[in-house]
């Protein structure tokens, strides 16, 4: 994992291996302080000699401004790096999003895919500074304070010997006891937010049913429980600064005991003791720097998993060298296909088998969770089907160039949406180099001409994310426009009417036909009216073509399309 | 581009200073009050702590002194047991202090999240429309976190550190009044030093919180939006837009994180500046024998001056997380100062006749109280009603229901049709005219009372996380199981739900469950079966049903509308033609009613409207 993640530190390898010098230095400068200090209290002080008082002074002063430069480059390197790392590893991962596949989408869900970026990518990057900063601080602060202190006198360090163990073994006890405890916490906390989320979605259903009482309850229950984990896992990771300082007075109190005696009977000199005594605090502070580092690493390997599943997660489905760019003709055919969904037990698509021509209006419906809109989508190749072939110009799909095959097959999803921007921003997403010309055109056709030319601005008009500030009607008439601006040889409609009322739908289709008349278009409704002009109507039923044919004949021969038209025809006057 | 990014800095919050400090800290201290003693209990132990730190390494002086001077081993134990004391109890206390704050901390924002959340129960609908999930969302999570921090740590942690830094300076002043007034030439430097670090920090923070709003706000969208972008090849695009933000993202957090973390080196050389300087002139003080200098006085000194920029920097870090903390006490208790629903009615359904089928109107007068029974009439009379001001939705909307009759609302997209449910209901207050139920005036009914009366299927099916069952049975909490499966017949949902692998257990999860739209839409249908309203509104509860399942569902929904008032918004003409009435909305206007047969016959709107299935015979 370790090596993985170091590639991402491409283009700051230099401040990366930089940071860690500067901040050696800058540690040496620290170390060494206390070293100087002990010169001026033995040479200086005790033999009553200014000049050395001066001497070594001086270079104290000195060695604080090596300090100061090198800390503040380590400072800025290590950011530097660290932020660096941060955004190739989020450039990274949200590159190689962009090549997932719709199973590979089905697979994640987007909501943690968001988190990941921001959340998981962030605490990356901090981790990285840290460890810049820190991993490298800590433990030679801790070694050349040892080696110091030795230096001074052997027998004294040894106390550290008894004391460090001690206090680090307590460390290392209160961060395996509280690490699991952690993602209990974090348990709590996601079922917490769970019921707010739900409760704000679902408020007009909590004040209809006056259940407020009820979801407060709820609620509070897991409030509690927050509550009670979080003071539990507190109370024992506060322990660990009593327990450190604890251990650094007695490491004190022990030097000064057993240095003390020494230097009464003469065998330690007073300087040796000062000096001592600022290494103590110095081996315990960089003890503690350790363990935050610790605490920090088990808390960001949960996030460099969750990254490293993004970057590593294989791409299903993948476009072939050399594949063919050019789509001959409008034609479609499905030979003998099934289709099963990742994780689902049964087929969603059972051996199906359709010729279409090109030019041809097909209507397709059936009931919900009919697999209308699987069908389509194996079309330009947002899944693969596990059996059987899928043809569009007579050649099959998996053999095309994907982005050639997705330019001239054009699919308005069933769950559309329009992007933050302006009007002609989201037009120009069908292809980037259409003039104002043909975006109207496109807006024409799609029945949108009249509202966006009311709309301030009319193709300036900015676009809300979302679309929120176009009724739902109209966000599908702009999706429509959008797919159709790519000029495609193929347009499927998923449900792309369903909020349009009829009237509006009614012309739509009108001037769709005559506008589309080489394009095979596929639609997909739930209305019979919407495709009952189609040159063919599929029923589909449970994942299999249960009827093919125009209105007439499936009125005669199709039993669920009759049930579906009669039921329908109920709202109508003989 | 520019207005789309105040857009986002409107939404999303990149606000850390609190508006009124003072009025904030004491509305937060009063949710201490039922812990006070054990607040002010932990802040004195930490203070204890802090001043114990102090006054220990004060025990230098005699120590080194004595061993200087070569007192004896005596002398040197019995300092050594006073120091050791100082030290243990300073410690004992900071931890007890630690374990009270965190007592203290988590009961107090338990309590706040508790009042968030019930007062969130009864703000008006208009709260919730307006404001994003996102938004509220973080009062629970980052805000009330910030506040514990503040609670558990920011406070003790600023507090002790004035003490360790006013502690420490009074203990220089009066070991070496000389030494301290060179240190406070440096001590200085580092004051401002800090102020002016802290500045330039805190404005690059400002910028990367904005540049990462940015960023994130761009990978919420396009991730959301990642099947459309794949259909139509916009993936280069899409990444390069990414590239930028992402760009931007990393050079604001280089300068934020790089003067963030620069103040520990400088603070460093300067702290060690000033130790040089003192040890120079102390140590010159000490071998001419001046102002009383000595070795032990002098290594007192020097550990004091180790320990005074420490408090300075910690102080510095400690103010931006309390301030931001209060801006975050502040959103939450700007929510909870919001306006709740207004609900002054005082005639209520007797509720223990009302579920044994009869069911009166308790009317306050001055002898008590009268008996009304319910009937389920609805009248609406020159109902106007604008969510926005000047945009009228409905405009002058007059009709009326009998007891038991289907009311049917049709209409195209954006006429108002749903909204007539959220005035009924009283989720939003008509602006003018009145909405009668049973001849009372809505507003004087209780909110509570109105609502129990009222059923509604809405078009979006909102289900919770819990059981099949559970979600059924939150229409009437005291429902048997027996009276679960009996709705989930009535709603032609038992037959699916049997099969699934736990049944009536089966937890209906929220993204990407095992159920259907449809039966989503089935399983809400017998949560208000169950409720048993004897008003139904039914707004356009089938549109994510497919036609056959619709019908499945039809004779259900008939059953459920024997005998109750009934209006329904309707989308698909099918839906509404067995109608006593059906009002035709335009513009907010009804410009037609009458039944089927009638309206058909008048060729008018309605008329138009069916035309797409009307050629066909």
Not at chain 1, 208 to 222: A, H, T
Not at chain 2, 443 to 470: A, N, P, W, Y
């Amino acid at each position: 994992m370790l090596k993985k993640l170091l590639t991402y530190v491409r283009g700051y390898r230099v401040a990366a291996v930089l940071s860690p010098i500067m901040m050696l230095i800058e540690v040496g400068t620290d170390v060494t302080t206390p070293f100087l200090m002990r010169l001026v209290v033995n040479e200086g002080v005790l033999q009553r000699d200014a000049a050395a008082v001066a001497h070594y002074g001086s270079l104290m002063i000195l060695m604080a401004f090596i300090g100061f430069i090198t800390g503040g480059t380590a400072s800025y390197l290590g950011s530097r790096a660290g932020q660096g790392f941060g955004a190739n590893l989020r450039q990274a991962m949200f590159r190689k999003i962009q090549m997932f596949s719709f199973a590979n989408l089905d697979h994640f869900g987007t909501a943690t895919l968001v988190t990941r970026l921001s959340t998981d990518a962030q605490r990356m990057a901090q981790t990285a500074e840290m460890t810049l900063r820190m991993a490298v601080r800590a433990p030679f602060m801790l070694i050349l304070a040892t080696v110091m202190a030795l230096s001074i006198n052997t027998e004294l360090a040894f106390i550290f010997a008894v004391s460090v163990p001690i206090l680090a073994l307590a460390l290392y006890a209160i961060v395996r006891f509280a690490f699991p405890k952690f993602s209990q916490l974090q348990d709590a906390v996601d079922r917490l937010n769970g019921v707010v989320n739900e409760n704000l979605s679902a408020m007009r259903v909590v004040k209809g049913f006056v259940r407020e009482d009820y979801e407060k309850k709820k609620f509070e229950k897991r409030n509690s429980k927050v509550r009670d984990i979080s003071i539990r896992i507190f109370n024992v990771i506060v322990f660990s600064m009593p327990m450190m300082f604890l251990m650094m007075y007695a490491t004190m109190v022990a030097i000064l005991w057993f240095g003390g005696i020494k230097s009464m009977d003469g065998q330690m000199l007073a300087g040796d003791l000062i000096g001592f005594l600022t290494y103590i605090t110095q081996i315990f502070i960089s003890l503690t720097m350790l363990t935050m580092l610790l605490v920090n690493y088990v808390r960001a390997k949960a996030s460099a998993v969750r990254c490293l599943e993004v970057i590593d997660t294989k791409i299903d489905l993948e476009s072939p060298v050399d594949g063919i760019t050019e789509v001959p003709s409008g034609d479609i055919s499905f030979e003998h296909v099934s289709f099963r969904y990742a994780g689902m037990n049964e087929d969603s698509l059972k051996d199906v088998s359709i010729q279409i021509k090109e030019g041809q209006k097909v209507g397709i419906i059936g009931a919900t969770g009919s697999s209308k809109t699987t069908l389509v989508m194996l079309l330009s190749r947002l899944y693969d089907p596990q059996e059987g072939v899928v043809k569009v110009g007579g050649i099959d799909v998996k053999d095309y160039d994907l982005r050639a095959l997705r330019e001239q097959v054009s699919v308005v999803l069933q769950k559309n949406r329009l992007f933050s921007g302006t009007v002609r921003e989201n037009m120009q997403f069908g292809n980037e180099t259409a003039t104002d010309e043909e975006i109207w055109e496109a807006l024409d056709i799609a029945s949108a001409k009249e509202f966006i030319s009311e709309k301030d601005g009319a193709l300036d008009h900015e676009v809300e994310a979302g679309g929120g500030n176009f009724s739902g009607g109209q966000r599908q008439r702009l999706t429509i426009a959008r797919a159709l601006l790519k000029k495609p040889k193929i347009l499927i409609l998923d449900d792309a009417m369903s909020a349009v009322d009829m009237a509006t739908e009614r012309r739509l289709k009108q001037t769709l036909a005559a506008a589309l008349k080489d394009v095979t278009v596929l639609t997909i409704a739930q209305r019979i009216s919407s495709v009952q002009d189609s040159d063919l109507i599929l029923v589909m039923d449970e994942g299999r073509i249960d009827g093919m044919g125009d209105h007439e004949t499936l009125l005669k021969t199709n039993t669920i399309y009759r049930e579906v038209f009669e039921s329908q025809q109920q709202g109508i006057a003989s | 581009m520019s207005r789309r990014m105040q857009g986002r800095r409107a939404g999303g919050k990149t606000d850390h200073k609190p508006r009124n400090v003072g009025k904030t800290t004491r509305r937060i201290f009063s949710y201490l009050d039922a812990y006070r003693w054990r607040f002010f209990l932990g802040l004195f132990l930490i203070a204890i702590q802090s001043l114990a730190g102090v006054a220990g390494n004060a025990m230098l002086l005699p120590i080194v002194n004595g061993i200087v001077d070569g007192r004896g081993i005596g002398y040197l134990a019995s300092n050594l047991a006073i120091m050791a004391a100082i030290f243990v109890s300073g410690v004992t206390a900071g931890y007890i202090g630690s374990r009270s704050l965190i007592y203290v901390a988590e009961h107090a924002v338990h309590q706040l999240r508790g009042e968030l959340f019930a007062k969130s129960q009864y703000l008006p609908m208009k709260f919730f429309d307006t404001k994003s999930h996102g938004e509220v969302m973080s009062a629970y999570t980052n805000d009330a976190e910030q506040v514990t921090t503040a609670l558990e740590d920011t406070i003790s942690n600023v507090m002790s550190s004035l003490l360790t830094f006013v502690g420490t300076f009074v203990m220089m002043l009066i070991l070496s009044p000389l030494l301290t007034a060179i240190a406070l030439g440096l001590m200085l430097v580092m004051l401002l030093t800090v102020l002016l670090i802290s500045r330039f920090s805190s404005r690059y923070y400002k910028k990367r919180q904005q540049a990462m709003g940015d960023m994130n706000g761009f990978v919420e969208e396009h991730i959301r939006g990642l099947r459309v972008i794949k259909v139509f090849n916009r993936e280069p695009q899409t990444i390069e837009g990414f590239s930028k933000r992402n760009e931007e993202t990393k050079k604001h957090s280089t300068l934020a994180s790089t003067f963030g973390t620069a103040m520990f080196p400088l603070m460093g050389s300067l702290a060690m500046v000033q130790y040089a300087v003192t040890a120079i002139v102390g140590a010159n003080l000490a071998i001419a024998g001046q102002a009383g200098m000595s070795l032990g006085l002098l290594a007192t000194f020097l550990q004091y001056t180790r320990n005074v920029s420490r408090p300075m920097v910690m102080i510095s870090q400690q103010i931006g997380t309390l301030l931001s903390a209060l801006a975050g006490a502040e959103r939450i208790f700007a929510i909870l100062d919001d306006e709740p629903e207004v609900d002054t009615g005082t005639i209520e359904l007797s509720q223990e006749d009302f579920l044994s089928g009869d069911c009166y109107w308790r009317v306050p007068n001055e002898n008590g109280a009268e008996k009304v029974p319910v009937r389920g009439e609805v009248v609406f009379e020159n109902v106007s009603f604008s969510y926005v001001e000047g945009k009228k939705v409905l405009d002058d909307v007059s009709f009326y229901a009998k007891p038991g009759q289907r009311i049917a609302l049709v209409g195209s997209t954006g006429a108002g049709k749903t909204t007539i449910v959220q005035l009924l209901t009283r989720f939003y207050e008509i602006d003018e005219g009145r909405i009668l139920v049973d001849g009372f005036d809505i507003r004087d009914i209780k909110k509570e009372s109105l609502r129990m009366l009222t059923g509604i299927v809405l078009q979006d099916v909102h289900l919770f996380s819990d059981t099949v069952k559970e979600n059924i049975r939150f229409g009437n909490i005291e429902a048997s199981d027996e009276d679960v499966y009996e709705a989930a017949r009535m709603a032609n949902a038992d037959n699916f739900i049997q099969p699934l692998e736990h049944g009536y257990d089966t937890e209906i999860t929220v993204e990407g469950g095992s159920l259907s739209q449809g039966q989503r839409q089935m399983i809400s249908i017998a949560r208000s079966a169950i409720a048993e309203p004897l008003l139904l509104i039914l707004d356009e509860a089938t549109s994510s049903v497919d036609t056959r399942t619709e019908r499945e569902i039809g004779t259900a929904m008939n059953k459920m509308m024997e005998g109750r008032t009934t209006l329904v918004i309707a989308h698909r003409l099918s839906t509404v033609r067995n109608a006593n009435a059906i009002m035709v909305l335009e513009n907010g206007r009804i410009i037609e009613r009458g039944d089927h047969d009638e309206l058909m016959a008048q060729r008018g709107r309605y008329y138009e409207l069916n035309v797409g299935t009307a050629d066909l015979t």
